[in-house]
């Protein structure tokens, strides 16, 4: 049989990890994992077919012979926490820009397929969300190949990271316009699963991606905060139906080749209001101790939460026929369902936190 050998940079992730767990799941992959962390996968760390390698990828020189041995590069390695795009502006450009450039650069040098994981930010705000534009017209579904990006003014810093993964993003097309790179870009909408990013305080610092808010809101019994009330929208992906995606295009280079794909669910979309107070729900169904103690939702500034310069998408929905036509992929989880998997996780990592919490 033959064996396919991966490079996973940031493969210690949310992603990283799902693909992981599936990828040692499947026979004929072999893999070398980068990243600074391990803890999401550290049940893997052993695991026979699997090689860990704690490494920066800013340190290119270090990363180069792992890119050498393998068939294949997925980058994953991202600094792509909302909350920083503002406040760490020149490091979210280089994490997403320049670092992940040099790899770009040792995929075209090793002709090695590099499977590249972009964002559904690089189409920014709709057009209707364009200052001056009128809104609440009808919604386009984002294409790959037709939609443009509809980025804001510089000062409004939200947008560094989007930016820096377009820039990414022309740069892969054109090393495969010039020099024959062999790619496809992945741009992801909201994958949403276990082990997405962590509980501040406990297992991480700092403001995480939605899910984790409210979930240490719910464990912990604090106001769910909507950031300017909660209006904006997002389609929401069961990280397994994202894993599909991923693997088809993993074993299907063909079909792949030379493709962008929007990866996501477009029959989830809620409005972040609408999510808090499903969240809340479900959290009362799965924990029904909570039951009768109402934990209230409020509403907070953009610029309270995130501080200056955030801005934000006001809807995204992905157009997902390429993926189905080229890959013969489709979501198949809805959003009640993929919340209840992904909070269930949540309160057994969390769980025991919040409860020795209540007894002090
Ligand atoms: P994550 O933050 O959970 O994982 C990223 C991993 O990269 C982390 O383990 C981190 O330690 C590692 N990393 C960051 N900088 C590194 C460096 N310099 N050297 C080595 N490792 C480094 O994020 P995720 O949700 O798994 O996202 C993975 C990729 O998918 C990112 O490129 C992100 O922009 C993209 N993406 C994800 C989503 C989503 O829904 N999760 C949506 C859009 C785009
Ligand atoms: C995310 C990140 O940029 C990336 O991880 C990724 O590229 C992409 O989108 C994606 O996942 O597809 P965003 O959707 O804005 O961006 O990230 P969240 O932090 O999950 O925020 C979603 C929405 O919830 C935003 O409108 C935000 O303002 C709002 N929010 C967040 C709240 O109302 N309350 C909170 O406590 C946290």
Known sequence: MTVTRLCILGCGGFIGSHLLDRLLSEAGFEVIGIDTASTKIKC??????????????????????????????????????????????????????????????????????LVHFSTCEVYGRTISGYAGRPSGGAIERFNEDCSPFVLGPIGAQRWTYACAKQLL???????????????TIIRPFNFIGPRMDFIPGIDGEGVPRVIACFMEALLFQKPLKLVDGGKNRRTFTAIEDAINAIMAIIKKPDKAKGQVFNIGNPANETTI????????????????KSAGRTIDI?????????????????????DISKAADLLGWKPAIDLDEALCSTMRSYIEDYGKFAAETKQQ
């Open 44 to 113: 893997h760390l052993t695991s026979p077919g699997f090689s860990f390698v704690p490494l920066d990828i800013e340190n290119s020189a270090a990363v180069r012979p792992f890119i050498q041995r393998c068939d294949m590069v997925v980058s994953l390695a991202a600094l792509c926490n909302p909350s920083l795009y503002n406040t760490i502006p020149v490091r979210v450009i280089e994490n997403n820009f320049s670092q992940p450039r040099a790899v770009v650069a040792m995929c075209s040098e090793y002709k090695k397929r």
């Open 169 to 183: 993003e022309r740069l892969i097309y054109a090393y495969g316009f010039e020099r024959g790179l062999e790619f």
């Open 273 to 288: 209001a609408g999510l808090a107070h499903r969240m809340r729900d479900i959290y009362q169904q799965l924990n029904p």
């Open 298 to 318: 409020v509403n907070v500034t953009s610029e309270e939460f995130y501080g200056q310069g955030y801005e934000d998408s006001d809807r995204r929905v992905p």
